[in-house]
């Protein structure tokens, strides 16, 4: 763990990762009560990737991300009310209910989805890398995928013109093994995800991203490169997902041992709740204060999700077209 990390970052970071584990768990809930609607992917067991890289980030940097993407909106300190209302499809979500899982964003926190096409996000977060530099506001983005998308054409396209630009963005792969139902060994012919990017000359490591501490340091190597005008950095997480793809998938391409394996010896939540006891000597009933704090939290999230009102018919009209004025 770094030596930066006081008991306050380290509560503080304790409290997000819990809250996403707690909230991905009530979401699950509501998908079986018919509630949720549609597409829905947890998060659960990935909390420390993007808990360890939000630590680190600045006011201006900006986040994007694919469709497994909650644990990314309450990173950003998004309100977890909206992220859950948006999930149960009513009018009090971040884009009024319309969106889902897959389709929400927060430009005051600069989270810009959310994306249910794979890969697409890549080049966007590219752009928005772009709009950084030609500010000048020294903001970087992070541009986060799965090791399925990682495969796709549009992210060697971006690498290509991140590195020929230097463009300030990091590039995020969150390895959790399996694309939807398969696993990297047979749909990946280099598993390196992280040096893929050598032909453009993109600097890259492959990270413990079950380990928080580990995520923050590496996180803090990759947005310093990016920040200092050096161009982009690809960081891969080795991560993994307790549950399957989605709320529809039953994951039998896997043993229950296999993902008990990883709950008993590599949950990152249980990992750093430990270093926060032996390590940081933080008293266990300042933890437990959490604990009581994060489950009171998604109680009122999950009756603010289930009391808020649906869309009025007239938003099947609204973001759909922006008229201009015409050019003078």
């Known amino acids: 763990m770094p030596k930066s990390l ?3 970052e380290a509560l503080k970071a304790y409290r997000d990762m819990l809250l996403i584990r707690r909230f991905e768990e009530r979401a699950s809930q509501l998908y079986g009560m018919g509630l949720i609607a549609g597409f829905c992917h947890l998060y659960i067991g990935q909390e420390a990737v993007v ?5 680190v980030l600045k006011p201006q940097d900006t986040v994007i991300t694919a469709y497994r993407d909650h644990g990314h909106m309450l990173a950003c300190d998004m309100d977890p009310k909206g992220v859950m209302a ?3 499809g009513r009018s009090g979500g971040y884009s009024r209910g319309k969106g889902g899982s897959m389709h929400m964003f927060s430009r005051e926190k600069n989270f810009f989805g959310g994306h249910g096409i794979v890969g697409a996000q890549i080049p966007i977060g590219t752009g928005l890398a772009f709009a950084h530099k030609y500010k000048e506001d020294k903001g970087i983005c992070i541009a986060s995928m799965g090791d399925g998308a990682a495969n796709q054409g549009q992210v060697y396209e971006s690498y290509n013109m991140a590195a020929l630009w230097k463009l300030p963005v990091v590039y995020v792969i969150e390895n959790n093994h399996y694309g939807m139902g ?5 749909s990946s012919a280099g598993p390196n995800y992280y040096g893929r990017g050598q032909g453009w000359g993109i600097p890259g490591e492959k990270v413990d991203g079950m380990i928080l501490g580990e995520v923050r340091e590496a996180a803090q190597r990759a947005t310093d490169h ?3 005008g050096k161009g982009p950095y690809i960081l891969e997480f080795d991560t993994y997902r307790y549950r399957g793809h989605s709320m529809s998938d039953p994951a039998k391409y896997r043993s229950k041992e296999e993902v008990e394996e990883v709950k008993i010896h590599r949950d990152p939540i249980d990992h750093f709740k430990t270093y926060m006891i032996e390590t940081l000597k933080i008293k266990e009933a300042q933890i437990k204060a959490i604990d009581d704090e994060v ?3 998604v109680l009122e999230v999950a009756e603010f999700s289930k009391t808020s009102p649906e869309p009025d018919p007239s938003e099947l009209y609204t973001d759909i077209l922006k008229e201009e004025a015409p050019l003078q």
């Not at 808990?51 to 630590?55: H, K, L, T, Y």
């Not at 398969?182 to 047979?186: K, L």
């Open 6 to 8: 006081t008991q306050k």
């Open 51 to 55: 808990v360890g890289i939000q630590s």
């Open 86 to 88: 948006e999930l149960t």
């Open 182 to 186: 398969t696993s990297v060994e047979r």
């Open 226 to 228: 990016a920040r200092s």
């Open 295 to 297: 489950k009171e939290t």
